[in-house]
T-cell receptor
Framework: NAGVMQNPRHLVRRRGQEARLRCSPM?????VYWYRQLPEEGLKFMVY????????ESGMPKERFSAEFPKEGPSILRIQQVVRGDSAAYFC???????????????FGPGTRLTVL | DQQVKQNSPSLSVQEGRISILNCDYT??????FLWYKKYPAEGPTFLIS?????DKNEDGRFTVFLNKSAKHLSLHIVPSQPGDSAVYFC????????????FGDGTTLTVKP
């Protein structure tokens, strides 16, 4: 059973370009979460999605960032017009059920390291 | 305002001894706490969790203690092994949605042979 997959593992973009990060959850998982980790910091929650629905995007910057989890295919985190401050590791996690007390835990992917030149 | 703090950026322990990693939180609404382990170039891996109705949870060599009045939790690893060397993150969440966790900045544990 393959784990959570993210691609690309490394992505280099110039300022102003678009970055697309993909996340394929574990088989059968319908809950997807995106986190961002800046250097020397912990992971910061960005967005929680279920198939075709954004459930909670309270951690997502209001501009330039968007996420989707279509009925078919991977979840996509899109960053438009990237700036140097977007350079970070972006982690995706998935769970079978809503992750919480007494229920399923989250399984993290290996992350995508975005570098903005 | 950082709601989850891991005040020790690093910890070095001899193999076979106990490792104690600490975590403090400020949000009294947090009621579910998790520890993750992370190796370089990999995603975090869930280790152990505890809900606020308990003060201790044990899983093999790993034990998490929760002191709600002090808003403090700790992870004990005993005996420590070189393979335990990694970054350990403490995370906390409100209600049942552990997916929206607030993470600390991590503690790098080095276990020396």
């Amino acid at each position: 059973n393959a784990g959570v997959m993210q691609n690309p593992r490394h992505l280099v973009r110039r300022r102003g370009q678009e970055a697309r990060l993909r996340c394929s959850p574990m088989k059968g998982h319908s809950h997807v979460y995106w986190y961002r980790q800046l250097p020397e910091e912990g992971l910061k929650f960005m967005v929680y999605l279920q198939k075709e629905n954004i459930i909670d995007e309270s951690g997502m910057p209001k501009e330039r960032f968007s996420a989707e989890f279509p009925k078919e295919g991977p979840s996509i985190l899109r960053i438009q017009q990237v700036v140097r401050g977007d350079s970070a590791a972006y982690f995706c996690a998935s769970s079978l059920l809503l992750a919480g007390v007494g229920t399923d835990t989250q399984y993290f992917g290996p992350g995508t390291r975005l570098t903005v030149l | 305002d950082q709601q989850v703090k891991q005040n020790s950026p690093s910890l070095s322990v001899q193999e076979g001894r106990i490792s104690i990693l600490n975590c403090d939180y400020t949000n009294s609404m947090f009621d579910y706490f998790l520890w993750y382990k992370k190796y370089p170039a990999e995603g975090p891996t869930f280790l152990i969790s505890i809900s606020s109705i308990k003060d201790k949870n044990e899983d093999g060599r790993f034990t998490v203690f929760l002191n709600k009045s002090a808003k403090h939790l700790s992870l004990h690893i005993v005996p420590s092994q070189p393979g335990d060397s990694a970054v350990y993150f403490c995370a906390a969440s409100e209600g049942t949605n552990a997916g929206k966790s607030t993470f600390g900045d991590g503690t790098t544990l080095t276990v020396k042979p």
